[in-house]
């Protein structure tokens, strides 16, 4: 078995039979978050290196013990050794994703107990997403080099961030069946093949049409590509890393003394919203979240708006 971390190979070297467990586990904990489960592929890799860094661990010390007979004792010497090397918060989701391992072990009937149960994960807090202001963003997006094709697709995809709150995985796999103009909704596939309607400003939508009748179709399209809206100059899909440097680069270009990503851009337009009087629940379904203690992150952001609502609507303002 060959196990890939940070572009470092490590060979398993644990008995055939004993890494043979841990692959096949492994793989029917993926199919069962994948079926079952219906998540996304990024979060099911998420979840499969927690496993994969406890087998590396296991044959780093010579521990010849599978899935279903390890006990509390290695597990907390891995928790340990993993401590050493990652922040609290990192850490933290190796133990849930370790512990949700487990437990499809249990709902299996592989085992009878989670040995994760009694291993508490650090206090780490909740994190307060960076923001960007309206003229940050009216910055980065002026920076942009309109003289080139890339330049009008860059602006498209910026535009459409802020303006509809996406995922950066939502915005490179948009398809242009996915772009209803005359109702005023996009189509959006976010995590788990969930879908929602996502309404778009006039704003976003004229950069879109721009882009779309003017420069996508001087594009020579891969096949496979036929109906995805973003493309690169090869024809293809552009991938979630391109954005994040087509961001970093625009933010160096304005001296932006901020690290941002393009999820930021979603953060900024759910802080906007809340900032302008739009309420928890409409921002929820806007942005996706499966539960509203997702979205009420965005309230810690923003004390003004506490304040406004106090004077607005309580009796004894």
């Known amino acids: 078995m060959v196990f890939c971390f940070y572009n470092v190979f490590y060979y398993i070297k644990l008995p055939l039979f004993v890494a043979m467990k841990w692959n096949s586990f492994l793989k029917s ?29 296991l ?63 650090p ?13 940050d963003i009216d ?3 002026a920076a942009i080099d309109l003289t080139t094709n890339e330049g009008e697709r860059n602006r498209a995809m910026l535009e ?34 969930k879908q929602r309607f996502v309404p778009i400003g006039n704003v976003t939508q004229k950069y879109l049409e721009l882009y779309k009748n003017n420069v996508r179709n001087q594009v020579s399209i891969k096949k496979g590509n036929e109906d995805t809206l973003f493309l690169n100059r090869r024809g293809s899909q552009l991938t979630r890393a391109m954005i994040f440097t087509i961001i970093k680069n625009l933010a160096l270009k304005i001296q932006l003394n901020k690290t941002i990503s393009p999820h930021t851009f979603r953060h900024s337009y759910a802080t906007h919203l809340l ?9 929820q379904l806007l942005l996706g979240h ?6 009420e992150i965005y309230v810690h952001l923003d004390k003004k708006h506490l304040t406004h609502i106090l004077n607005s609507f309580h009796p004894r303002k």
């Not at 950066?168 to 242009?176: A, G, P, R």
């Open 160 to 193: 459409t961030l802020y303006g509809c709150g996406l995922r950066v995985s939502e915005l490179v796999s948009l398809k242009i069946s996915d772009l209803f103009f005359e109702e005023g909704f996009l189509k959006i596939t976010g995590k788990g093949n």
């Open 29 to 57: 904990y993926q199919s069962y978050l994948q079926i079952e489960r219906g998540l996304a592929k990024n979060t099911i890799d998420n979840y499969s290196f927690d496993i994969e860094r406890l087998t590396l661990f």
């Open 59 to 121: 044959e780093q010390n010579q521990i010849e013990i599978s899935p279903i007979l390890i006990k509390e004792e290695t597990i907390q010497q891995f928790i340990y050794s993993v401590s050493k090397e990652v922040n609290p918060r990192s850490q933290a989701r190796i133990i849930s994703g370790l512990k949700s391992f487990f437990s499809y072990l249990i709902f299996e009937d592989y085992r009878t107990d989670n040995p994760l149960e009694l291993i508490e994960s």
């Open 123 to 135: 206090k780490i807090g909740r994190k307060l997403p960076d923001t960007l202001s309206l003229s």
């Open 275 to 283: 900032e302008n009087g739009a309420d928890l629940r409409s921002i």
């Open 139 to 141: 910055k980065l997006i």
């Open 290 to 295: 499966e539960s509203i203690t997702t979205t």
